[in-house]
Nanobody, 123 residues
């Protein structure tokens, strides 16, 4: 059974930073891709970024490029999302996902999802 558990969400003022963590258990994720998505109230869940474990490839949505960084800790089977220069429009529930069966920027391709963690950015 694959489990993904996010943590690290919270409330921050615009311009601040947060680090989200996604701990994976139940299998080895060293040959798969981990993605981050977010969903704001009343909006569709949208792609934020992904990291491919085996190649180290990382890719970001234009809206977060240069502000968000994905990294990993192999020993802890954990992927991080470092969010800097946060804006009110970054307010959303953030989800990590694993093992896409297709294009890793598309949410429908992912097999496994975490429960989400709330990020609120005030102006």
């Amino acid at each position: 059974q694959v489990q993904l558990v996010e943590s690290g969400g919270g409330s921050v003022q615009a311009g601040g930073s947060l680090r989200l963590s996604c701990v994976a258990s139940g299998r080895t994720f060293r040959s798969t891709t981990m993605g981050w998505f977010r969903q704001a109230p009343g909006k569709e869940r949208e792609f934020v970024g992904f990291h491919t474990w085996s190649t180290g490839t990382t890719y970001y949505a234009d809206s977060v490029k240069g502000r968000f960084t994905i990294s990993r800790d192999d020993a802890k089977n954990t992927v991080y999302l470092d969010m800097n220069t946060l804006k009110p429009e970054d307010t959303a529930v953030y989800y990590c996902a694993a093992n896409p069966r297709g294009v890793p920027t598309l949410k429908r391709t992912y097999e496994h999802w975490g429960q989400g963690t709330q990020v609120t950015v005030s102006s």
